[in-house]
């Protein structure tokens, strides 16, 4: 299929085919579901921790007598069971990632693309250039109507674009080797430059 190709300016400059195996499937959602669920459980820190029976700061002496006190027999204040003692089966440092296939992560940025562009989301721009200067680049987005906006550029972002894009709020952009499920779901524009696009189908392909 084939889709226009804008300047920054707003101005046409032509247009590019997009192969129907990455921009033209039917979004899956429980593929997308198990790509982003993958991602967030991978980036979890998973530095919860808590005191167990054996960590908590008590003296090991037995609290009371065994027999004849009419109370339950006890012989540790680090017991679960009393106030400021050991947790039980507490929380400890673990990481939360677990294993997704290549293929699978690969088939939910081709269903994640795929979204986009079946809701009119997507965006083609001839390039991401820019000399540094934040107010000219956020005039030219504000023009656009982008708001929460990704930008994914081809095999490195540009360093003047890059630096004028850093202050401006709900713009964010990413070389076509960090384009990721999570992060294009929760933009509403996804804009790909053309050097992006080939960057991207050769890497699915």
Known sequence: M???????????????????????????????????RWQRNKAQAGTHSTLGRSEVSYSTK????????????????????????????????????????????????????????????????ESAESDGKTGALAKQIKSLGWKRTLIIDGAAVNEGFAKAAANIEGLDILPSMGANVYDILKRDTLVLTKAGVEALEARLK
Do not use: C
């Open 2 to 36: 084939k889709l226009d190709v804008i300047k920054l300016d707003g101005a046409t400059a032509g247009s590019v085919e997009l192969g129907d195996e990455i921009f033209g499937l039917e979004p899956r959602a429980d593929i997308l579901h198990r790509v982003v």
């Open 62 to 125: 037995k609290i009371y007598r065994q027999k004849g006190t009419g109370g339950a027999r006890h012989g540790s204040r680090k017991a679960p069971i009393f106030r400021s003692g050991g947790i039980y089966k507490g929380p400890t440092p673990r990481s939360h990632a677990h294993e997704l296939p290549k293929k699978v992560r690969a088939l939910g940025l081709k269903h994640a693309l795929s979204a986009k562009l079946k809701e009119g989301s997507l965006i083609i721009i």
